[in-house]
């Protein structure tokens, strides 16, 4: 399952409507990425997230396919929010359960490296001194990404 | 050719434009010439592709390549590297 939504979320409420009282799972990981606030030893006062609309959606319906194509998933769940969100906001939870904890840890890691570096989104940092600048991709991402490419069941 | 161009974060910036129908003359048939293309529609879409090698693209909301071919194409995008997560 997907979503994209400018509202927050509350993690323990959407692990427990994912998991629906079902007692086959064993192993439930979640990832949640929040704003920080600092980047570059500077002082970060607030983020706007920017995407696609139609294509973030598209994409991130893609990411959790292929997720759910490599490990044995009994569930999973992607949120992103967009819009402006200051530090220790949350940005985007992943979710992953599966019978053992192997496939649970990989899956989420796997849904991370790639939505950061496929579904269309692109933040805007504003400093406390009020300059406004565009985060630039790592290529950190990409190496991220590129261990799993290798190895596609 | 006509097509729905549309243009995001820093890009979005540079052309002033969030989205526009353009009709393309027949010589531009890949996504690379559709921004050499655009290059030379003003000093804002200059200023934006000429970062050009940077700059991704997407056919009807999936992921392109500069060699991509545009015919057919009902929606084109383009925009820096994705920053989400």
């Known amino acids: ?153 | 050719m006509t097509v729905k161009l549309l243009y995001f974060a820093w890009v979005r910036e540079a052309t002033g434009v969030g989205e526009e129908e353009v009709t393309l003359p027949p010589e531009v048939t890949t996504v690379g010439e559709l921004m050499a293309w655009l290059k030379s529609r003003g000093a804002g879409y200059e200023s934006a592709f000429a970062r050009a090698p940077v700059i991704r693209a997407a056919i009807d909301r999936a992921h392109a390549r500069p060699e991509t071919p545009i015919a057919g194409a009902r929606e084109i995008a383009f925009f820096p590297p994705v920053t989400g997560g």
Do not use: C
């Open chain 1, 1 to 153: 399952m997907i979503r994209v939504q400018a509202e927050d979320f509350d993690i323990g409420k959407e692990v427990e409507a994912l998991l629906g009282g079902r007692t086959d799972i064993g192993a439930v990981v979640t990832f949640t990425g929040r704003v920080r606030d600092h980047a570059g030893g500077e002082r970060i006062a607030e983020m706007v997230l920017e995407h696609y609309p139609g294509m973030t959606e598209a994409e991130l319906a893609r990411v959790e396919e292929e997720a759910r194509a490599r490990w044995p998933l009994q569930a999973s769940l992607v949120i992103h929010r967009f819009g402006r969100l200051r530090p220790g906001e949350n940005i985007v939870l992943v979710v992953t359960a599966a019978e053992h904890r192997g496939d649970a840890f990989a899956a989420a890691e796997f849904l991370m490296d790639y939505l950061k570096t496929s579904a269309p989104f692109w933040k805007k940092e504003t400093t406390g001194e009020g300059a406004a600048r565009w985060v630039e991709a790592r290529e950190s991402d990409d190496a991220a990404r590129a261990r799993w490419e290798g190895e596609r069941k």
